[in-house]
């Protein structure tokens, strides 16, 4: 049976008559409670049993007992035969590998001769004198961001003596960091009156880092949660005194390796300060600021709690998943970052070494998933089980895990027309004088006439001039050989003018071919007009007969299909009028296409045989082609579509 430790005292926290502060003068524990934890202590008189204890106070076995596990780990409850010491609880060997601590020394007497150098600080005039160097500080920064930025591309190839010093550096950083806040809890215990046991210090190791560390758990004594707020962020006040003199002495400083250093220490100690220690998702001083300020007190415990029961919920317990949801969510989002932590480990462990990142991938899955289901299996071997909750949750886990871990067959289905045609696009390629067009074209006749004066004018000048190089050179036979060498090039280079010029006004004429169609466009309007080549008119087009074949257009989003198709695949697709009639076409080609300036892509495919489903189609009928692609987990395949949906829809402008 359990006990009152004889020295636990219990008063009000001074915020809301519900809370309290638990404390026991022989071990120093402190520990800040509800009226519930207060009810079950005053039960724990050892001679009422631990069950009947928790039924006399309103609390169901299981909190009760993580309740009463608490107070004896502060020595605030003590079991028959036990001493006031407190109970330590001994962590699992993954967690120590990962973190653990030295208590050293008690900081106490430094303290006092420390306290009232720095009590200045933790005043009024104090704090407006810091928010006057640190706007010196950030004005020194903000005005040199090449070289704030050259600094923080430079931490990833710094030196290993660099490395060291740097360590060393942010080590007496956070030294100072825990000086703080001991400083502030003697400061803000003397204003309360409030008597202060040692003030344990020592070194705790994170990832194989070493972090100073101050104990000031006594601060619940204080009344005032807003006064052990102060101590909790002091301090990262006291640390940015330091920073900010770093920065102001950064900006004086000539260019060079000190400036280098100091501003690569103000980086890495405020990520630090940002990403932990101010942080509420993990208990340092961003936890106990929030706890003191929100008045909720052992938030972390309580929220494990309210997740412990959820999940016995879920694994078919009888445990109630009550409890507030603002707990779990709080645990949720801790729960996360945690993972956040251990993936960054894991990267830093693999580029130093793949079997150290394969060592942190083990803790993590220990810690974070293997550890928390032992404990849920442990709790529901002693209660019994709804079997159908738990093949609901089962169900659901293994869907998860399929979702994201199991590769599914992935298809892309896109729209598409029967081509039978081969279209040409008639323009006018020099400016001209639309003379001629045919109403009803035969073949082999004139569909569009186009008339250059300057073109033939040109030709007929050229032709001249060509006579007269052939008069030349039969009036140099058997002459000098280098002045006829010089008119037969002449001679050449006029004849391939006048073969392009022939070919232009060639062009001008379009005449029908056999089996074609004709489709007018800009001609009809621009008859008798002059149509100039830079307006790139289309006048018509020409559809020349072609082997069947399918055509689809696909927007730029979805162009990833290009690394999925092949000259061969086979492509199944249906005509839209014929939904049960499946054909088999062949890819032959993915290509960029730019329409009227806007890129799309353009897939192809040959249909080699006759079928039923195409064979009597008209040109243009339209297709639903199923491109397959790489098989991929349905979450995958879910997110590839939402990227898609989410996606800048405006056409893409390109030069021509």
């Known amino acids: 049976m359990l006990r009152k430790a004889p020295s636990t005292t219990i008063w009000p926290d001074g915020t809301e008559p519900k809370r309290f502060v638990l404390a026991n003068e022989a071990s120093g524990s402190v520990y800040a409670a509800d009226a519930k934890t207060v009810r079950l202590l005053d039960h ?12 006399r106070a309103g609390l169901e076995p299981r ?23 407190p109970q330590k609880r001994r962590r699992p060997w993954e967690t120590r590998l990962v973190f653990f601590r030295l208590d050293l020394l008690d900081i106490a007497p430094l303290v006092d001769r420390v306290a009232p150098v720095l009590s200045p600080v933790f005043t009024g005039f104090g704090f407006i004198v810091w928010l006057g160097v640190l706007g010196v500080a950030l004005f020194g920064l903000i005005a040199e961001p090449e070289a704030v930025r050259d600094a923080l591309l430079t931490l990833p190839e710094m030196s290993w003596q ?13 030294a100072i960091h825990e000086l703080g806040h001991a400083a502030a809890l003697r400061i803000f215990a003397d204003a309360e009156g409030v008597r202060l046991g040692p003030i344990r210090s020592g070194i705790a190791f994170f990832a194989g880092l070493p972090f100073p560390f101050t104990d000031a758990t006594a601060a619940w004594k204080l009344r005032s949660r807003y006064r052990r707020a102060a101590i909790g962020i002091a301090g990262v006040y006291l640390e940015s005194w330091v920073a900010a003199a770093a920065a102001i002495l950064w900006s004086q400083v000539t260019p060079g390796e000190l400036q280098t250093f100091l501003i690569q220490l103000l980086l890495v100690g405020g ?42 919920w879920l694994l078919g317990g009888r445990t109630a998943a009550g409890g507030k949801a603002g707990y779990l969510c709080y645990w949720l989002l801790s729960y996360a970052y945690r993972w956040v932590i251990f993936v960054g480990i894991f990267w830093i462990a693999y580029a130093i070494d793949l079997r150290l990142a394969w060592v942190v991938a083990g803790i993590s899955v220990m810690t974070l998933v293997v550890r928390p289901l032992m404990t849920l299996s442990g709790e529901l071997r002693r209660q019994p089980i709804q079997w159908r909750r738990a093949t609901l949750t089962a169900g659901g886990l293994a869907a998860v895990v399929a979702a994201f871990a199991v590769p599914l067959p992935d298809a892309e289905h896109i729209d598409g027309r029967l081509i039978r045609h081969r279209v040409e696009v008639v323009r006018a390629n020099d400016d001209a004088l639309l003379s001629q067009l045919a109403t009803l074209p035969t073949p082999q006749s004139p569909i569009v006439v186009l008339e250059n004066k300057e073109l033939q004018l040109t030709l007929a000048e050229m032709q001249a001039d060509q006579a007269l190089l ?111 009639c499946t054909a088999t076409a062949l890819a032959r080609g993915f290509a960029p296409v730019v329409e009227d300036g806007v890129l799309s892509y353009s897939v192809m495919a040959d249909l080699p045989t006759e079928s039923r489903c195409w064979a009597d189609l008209p040109a243009g009928s339209a297709v639903v082609l199923r491109v397959v692609k790489r098989d991929a987990p349905l979450a995958l395949q879910l997110y590839d579509r939402a990227r ?13």
Not at 162 to 174: G, P, Q, S
Request: negative net charge.
């Open 162 to 174: 660099t490395a060291i010093a740097l360590v060393l550096a942010f080590t007496v950083l956070k």
């Open 271 to 312: 990520f630090s300060t940002l990403f932990f220690n101010l942080n509420p998702l993990v208990r340092l001083d961003g936890y106990y600021i929030f706890c003191d300020v929100a008045g909720l007190p052992n938030l972390a415990t309580r929220a494990a709690l309210v997740a412990r029961g959820a999940g016995l």
């Open 44 to 55: 724990l008189d050892g001679r009422t049993g631990d069950a009947q204890a928790a039924e």
């Open 63 to 85: 909190e009760a007992e993580e309740i009463a596990k608490a107070l004896i780990a502060n020595g605030l409850v003590i079991a028959d035969g036990a001493t006031q010491a």
């Open 470 to 580: 052939a008069g030349q050179l039969r009036s140099l036979l058997g002459g000098d050989a280098t002045e006829r060498r010089i008119v037969e090039s002449e001679r050449n280079r006029l004849s391939e003018q006048i073969a392009e010029t022939e070919g232009r006004i060639a062009a001008l004429t379009v005449a029908m071919p056999e089996t074609a169609l004709w489709e007018p466009e800009d001609a009809p309007k621009l008859a008798g007009a002059w149509v100039a080549a830079v307006e790139n008119r289309v006048l018509g087009r020409i559809a020349l007969p072609a082997e069947p074949h399918l055509l689809a257009h696909i927007d730029q989003a979805r162009s990833d299909l290009g690394d999925h198709l092949r000259d061969g695949d086979a492509i199944a697709f249906r005509p839209v009028v014929r939904p049960r």
């Open 644 to 656: 898609r949906l989410a996606q800048n829809r405006l056409p893409r402008e390109l030069s021509q």
